[in-house]
């Protein structure tokens, strides 16, 4: 950067990949080197984050959002982030610090078609161990993601899957002391004699035990033959080989009566598949890590290093892709996943997870993330400019530039949805219990012509409501020097035409980066779980019935919200929304309506048709749903009867392109493109669709996208801090 | 910036400003613009993981020589003094009888099922089965820990894994302090007409060699090998500078090599290049 003002920085969007740019790119250490200004279609922040309070300020969430223990990145931005705003003594906060904000959450279920009954469901659960440390923790090294790292967790993940594994027909969990003699051999010096006598030692102990030890021992081998040419890899390959089959062929027949077993072994059997895949695909040591079988669906992948159809269809790989939202065009029967990032999110997800595997928040995620980096934004300078939905980029005439300039951004233009009153900025946040929330809709009161707006319906959130009362174009230097674009994916062919006519990888990527839309529920009840039926702990539950495949109990934000009777249970439900033959045109502006009608029309069904497998007790002796547990938020109200009174709960079709979920479909994620690429020397893109190191749709890969992007203007901060982006 | 009330479409609000051009800030030039997912950071010191609190006072040090540094000074001596060769070929014959005993064992489970459905042959216990295959399971994982762990630090195995380390701390010179060895460091130029970027990873630790390179290949692709590579000094003899030309029609990818001694034949580091499209 050459000059010695203040760089203005125009960020587009406020999801959590450009709040990350924003927050970095404002860093005290900075000492204001950059002058930031984010601009927001509508009145709230969060992006597919964003959360409303609705009647009785209960929480409104786009869906459901569960940050995972080895979100890294974001829970140091979060923790940075509160503790910046306890160090202002910042006042009447019900969180004060990032923990009192979230919970962890261990508790986790799938569901599993009952296959001996040929009807209903078995439920899986189980508790996670606590992993060790907190998400966000320092680390002393700036990449500890290694195949070794991951060996030691294997053992005590597996135990606790396994292990921890019951079903309601089962018994106790099993236990098992520790090996003593194992515990003080481990203490030792590790020799090869050492370890190949212990070896021996414990597969004379047993029979099928052997079958993972064989191919941990073969994928020692693998190691061992690289460094000694004169053996062959082919060889290795062959045991391996001839022993999975073998013990497959032998469990296959053996697990058939019994549910307990299959599911064990069928998470066995997914392990040997990886172990094996690693080995033959030789991604020890290709550059390219896990990306090198990016090409491949995950589950071709391991259909092709021996892992069984059983195993395939397991309710276990079924949740990792329903929890992924992982159905190209919300089509249940095309499931897409990569096979690289899956194996690298699986592999971050069950070994690297600190504290617990599920972290949950205790609020709105607008409430629990966004109000709080609002604050803190704002204190430090940031403008925010409500109201205002991005039209075009555009680019400077190539005729202009010099020889060797690259190309940049020469105006944004805006279509300015609501002037505020008095001309100052839009207050966004509204107080409930102590805690900064988002209203679900915006304070018309603070709007110029705000009453005639409501009264004509505009949503400022539809992409189809192209209403608007001024026009706004930025020029570059006069308005600001660099662009972050936060927009997800799916809105750029609607804002990025010039780029897209003259940029074929820009093309591609839009051709390639799929979205799909998403469908969600939530349901406040007058009865609590166990009353419901359900017979455990509040749990977060997926694999069950499409389209709604994924329960999260999320009983604990009700003192969060303002019922005069608080409810006895609070269930969130959600999962992909399968799209039209055709997109709809701009012009349609009926289409969110006939959506939201859609899903609707999903949710009655599923609570008449499917809850009872999780809540047998919300139907009647008829079987059929007893509607009378929906709470109605206004008690003075008429008390409506029967299915119209599931209108008193809340459900979202997110149908808008910027509203989609990001896919990580085979064969896409090379057309990714990273922030940190400057074929526009004044744009950066970010977001969870870009090529930010960890290429699925979540907070994680949003908030690294961020920092990359915040990288890519300032130099800071350090890739080498962007933990996991170099992971392999 | 304009603002302005719905109206009919005003090209000149979006016409280039020319008096903006020569104020207009640039972004820096990247370092580079992908991850490195190098297979030299899988083996690692495992407890890196881990916070300083959870490392505790560990002798040798936090970080990648945590694990050796745990095993005392046995096992340090063996794995920094040991050759290599031995012990591994001895690991590799065990190995097979692992194997071989594995694979007699699955037979005789095959067998045993097939005998217990009705021919009075004792019936088999799947849970004690699975029990003990998930004991396994926990304990093979650290059986291969260990194996690692051995090989990771073995020196001749470590050079040509082209393992990443921190270098040792030198011992003590006596009456003095020891001056390490100044490493060996590799730069990289680029002859092209195409968006690209190169790097290479030396294994740390390594003394001055005299590097050879072959080729820079595509993993698992098609295309031609870049084959216009030489290594000359660096001005002021600081090193070395690997020259990469490009021709013109090489497809995007990423290419790679090992970057051998050329005395020795042993490898010290890999070169890599990303072209994009």
Not at chain 1, 157 to 165: K, M, P, S
Request: proline residues 8%; charged residues 25%.
């Amino acid at each position: 950067m050459t000059g010695q003002r203040a760089a203005k920085v125009a960020i587009i969007g406020s999801g959590c990949a450009a709040m990350t740019a924003a927050f970095e790119l404002t860093r005290p250490e900075l000492a204001g080197r950059y002058q930031v200004t984010v601009y927001q279609t509508g009145w709230r922040l969060g992006g597919k984050g964003a959360s409303g309070r609705g009647p009785c300020q209960r929480i409104e969430e786009h869906g459901l959002h569960v940050w995972l223990g080895f979100y890294e990145n974001a829970f140091r931005l979060m923790r940075e982030c509160y503790a910046e705003l306890d160090a202002a003594g910042h006042p009447n906060r019900a969180f004060r610090s990032w923990r009192d904000a979230f919970y962890p959450e261990s508790y986790i279920g799938i569901a599993d078609p009952d296959r001996n009954r040929g009807s209903g469901h078995v439920i899986w659960t189980s508790y996670f161990p606590p992993g060790k440390g907190l998400p966000g923790d320092p680390l002393t090294s700036h990449n500890p993601f290694t195949l070794q790292g991951y060996l030691l967790r294997t053992g005590a993940l597996v135990r606790a899957l396994l292990l921890g594994l019951e079903t309601r027909r089962s018994g106790p969990a099993e236990t098992r002391q520790p090996d003593a003699e194992l515990e003080a051999a481990h203490s030792a010096p590790p020799t090869p004699e050492r370890v190949a006598e212990r070896s021996l030692r414990l597969l004379h102990q047993g029979i099928l035990f052997t079958a993972a030890g064989l191919v941990e021992a073969a994928t020692l081998l693998e190691l061992v033959l690289k460094a000694l040419p004169s053996y062959s890899d082919n060889l290795l390959l062959r045991f391996l080989t001839a022993f999975s089959a073998a013990v497959r062929n032998a469990f296959e027949e053996l697990i058939e009566r019994d549910d307990e077993s299959r599911v064990k072994w069928e998470i066995i059997d997914l392990v040997i598949a990886i172990v094996v895949g690693v080995i033959r695909f030789g991604l020890l040591t290709d550059p390219r890590g896990l990306s090198a079988i990016d090409d491949y669906e995950c589950r071709d992948w391991l259909r092709l290093n021996g892992a069984s159809e059983r195993a395939l269809d397991s309710a276990f790989v079924r949740g990792l892709y329903d929890l992924a939202l992982a159905y190209e065009a919300g089509d249940p029967a095309r499931p897409g996943l990569a096979a690289g990032q899956a194996i690298r999110g699986s592999l971050r997800m069950f070994f690297t997870y600190r504290g617990a595997l599920f972290w949950k928040m205790r609020a709105g995620m607008g409430d629990v993330i966004f109000a709080p980096l609002y604050e803190v934004l704002k204190a430090r300078g940031v403008r925010f400019e409500f109201f205002h939905r991005l039209e075009n980029v555009k680019l400077a005439d190539e005729a202009t530039l010099a020889p060797g300039e690259r190309p940049y951004v020469q105006a944004l233009e805006f279509a300015v949805q609501a002037k505020v009153r008095s001309g100052g900025e839009y207050q966004p946040l509204v107080d409930v219990h102590g805690v900064p929330s988002w209203p679900a809709a915006p304070d018309h009161g603070q709007l110029v012509n705000g009453a005639r707006m409501r009264r004509e319906g505009w949503d400022f959130e539809s992409h189809w409501d192209r209403r608007k009362v001024a026009d706004k174009t930025l020029k570059v230097t006069e308005d600001f020097d660099f662009v972050v674009l936060g927009v997800s994916v799916g809105a750029i062919p609607h804002v990025c035409k010039e780029i897209l006519a003259r940029d074929p990888r820009w093309r591609d990527m839009v051709a390639n980066v799929k979205t799909v839309a998403t469908q969600a529920f939530q349901v406040w009840l007058n009865r609590d779980a166990r009353q419901l039926g359900w017979p455990g702990d509040p749990v977060t539950l997926s694999g069950f019935v499409k389209p709604f495949d994924t329960w999260a109990d999320m009983t604990h934000v009700a003192p969060r919200e303002d019922w005069p009777t608080p409810p006895a249970s609070i269930a969130y439900f959600c999962n992909v929304l399968a799209d039209p033959q055709s997109p709809p045109a701009d012009e349609d502006t009926d289409y969110p309506a006939r959506r939201r009608a859609e899903v609707r029309e999903n949710a009655v069904r599923f609570l008449k048709q499917d809850i009872c497998h999780l809540w047998p007790e919300a139907v009647d002796g008829g079987g059929q749903f007893r509607w009378q547990l929906l709470m109605q938020p206004d008690e003075s109200a008429e008390q409506t009867a029967g299915e119209a009174r599931f209108d008193s709960q809340f459900w979202t079709a997110n149908a808008n392109p910027t509203d989609r979920y990001v896919l990580a479909l085979p064969g896409t994620l090379k057309y990714r493109i990273s922030p940190l690429d400057n074929s526009y020397d004044n744009l950066t893109i970010t977001g969870d669709w870009t090529d930010c190191g960890f290429n699925e749709g979540c907070v994680e890969a949003a908030v690294m996208s961020g920092k990359l992007a915040a990288h890519a203007i300032a130099g800071n901060p350090a890739l080498e801090d962007i933990i996991g982006y170099d992971h392999p | 910036m304009t603002t302005r009330e719905p109206a009919p479409s005003d090209d000149t609000d979006a016409a280039p400003d020319a008096r903006a051009a020569p104020e207009r800030l640039r972004r820096p030039e990247p370092k580079r613009t992908a991850p490195i997912r190098n297979a030299g950071r899988y083996l690692r010191g495992a407890r890196s993981w881990e916070t300083d609190a959870d490392l505790g006072p560990a002798p040798g040090g936090a970080g990648a020589d945590a694990a050796r540094a745990r095993a005392g000074p046995a096992g340090q001596a063996a794995s920094d003094a040991a050759p290599c060769d031995d012990p591994v070929a001895r690991g590799v014959a065990l190995g097979y009888e692992v194997i071989e005993e594995h694979i007699r064992q699955g037979r005789e489970a095959a067998r045993g099922h097939s005998n217990g459905g009705g021919d009075g042959a004792e019936p088999v216990d799947l849970a004690e089965f699975l029990r003990r295959a998930l004991y396994l399971y926990q304990d093979a994982g650290s059986l291969v820990q260990d194996f690692i762990e051995y090989l990771a630090h073995a020196p001749a195995l470590e050079a040509a894994l082209n393992l990443r380390r921190p270098p040792a701390e030198p011992p003590p010179a006596p009456g003095g302090t020891a001056q390490p060895a100044a490493p060996q460091t590799i730069g990289v130029a680029l002859t092209t007409t195409r968006p690209a970027e190169a790097w290479t990873e030396l294994s740390p630790g390594a003394g001055p060699f005299t590097p050879a390179l072959d080729a820079l290949r595509q993993a698992g692709g098609d295309a031609p090998a870049i084959t216009d590579l030489r290594f000359a000094l660096r001005s002021g003899g600081n090193g070395q500078m690997l020259h990469i030309g490009i021709p013109a029609g090489q497809p995007p990818g990423i290419y790679s090599g090992v970057i051998l001694d050329a005395a020795s034949g042993l490898p010290r580091g890999t070169a890599c290049v990303r072209i994009g499209g």
